[in-house]
């Protein structure tokens, strides 16, 4: 019975000691890490004790959605880059390539060494020019 009442125990410290991480911030991934336990002990005990997910990591509301995809839209407009995107709205680069079709907006050219020339024209050599070249050298067109 001693033994028994000495688990429980040990499990309780262990809950106590990860819902302590969770209030701190830390991830479900580190607490399975550093204490040795199952993500599904980690999330039990985050229900249990009534733990919210930190504000940065909390699923968004389908209006937060739409204000972020249309900051999304202007910023593509502007000219901003996939990662600018991300990093301003943490949406996913599937969901700004989505954005970017969606309203038809162009994806801007981002070589470093565009040439500034036009390029070179096509040389005018057709199909039968190159037949009679071929098998016929010494005829001239």
């Given at each position: 019975m001693?033994a028994?009442?000495?688990?429980?125990?040990?499990?309780?410290q262990?809950?106590?000691?990860?819902?302590?991480?969770?209030?701190?911030?830390?991830?479900?991934?580190?607490?399975v890490?550093?204490?040795?336990?199952?993500?599904?002990?980690?999330?039990?005990?985050?229900?249990?004790?009534?733990?919210?997910?930190?504000?940065g990591?909390?699923?968004?509301?389908?209006?937060?959605?739409?204000?972020?995809?249309g900051?999304?839209t202007?910023?593509?407009?502007?000219?901003?880059?996939?990662?600018?995107?991300?990093?301003?709205?943490?949406?996913?680069?599937?969901?700004?390539?989505?954005?970017?079709?969606?309203?038809?907006?162009?994806?801007?050219?981002?070589?470093?060494?565009?040439?500034?020339?036009?390029?070179?024209?096509?040389?005018?050599?057709?199909?039968?020019?190159?037949?009679?070249?071929?098998?016929?050298?010494?005829?001239?067109?």
């Amino acid at each position: 019975m001693a033994a028994a009442v000495n688990r429980r125990e040990q499990r309780e410290q262990l809950d106590d000691e990860i819902a302590a991480l969770l209030r701190a911030g830390a991830t479900h991934q580190h607490i399975v890490n550093t204490l040795n336990v199952g993500n599904s002990r980690v999330v039990r005990v985050r229900s249990e004790h009534g733990i919210p997910l930190p504000p940065g990591r909390a699923k968004r509301t389908r209006a937060e959605l739409d204000t972020l995809a249309g900051r999304a839209t202007a910023m593509l407009r502007a000219g901003a880059t996939y990662q600018q995107i991300r990093d301003a709205t943490r949406l996913d680069v599937h969901r700004i390539c989505a954005l970017r079709k969606q309203h038809r907006i162009p994806v801007p050219d981002r070589r470093p060494n565009r040439p500034t020339t036009p390029a070179a024209p096509a040389p005018s050599s057709d199909i039968d020019t190159l037949y009679d070249s071929i098998f016929h050298p010494g005829a001239t067109p």
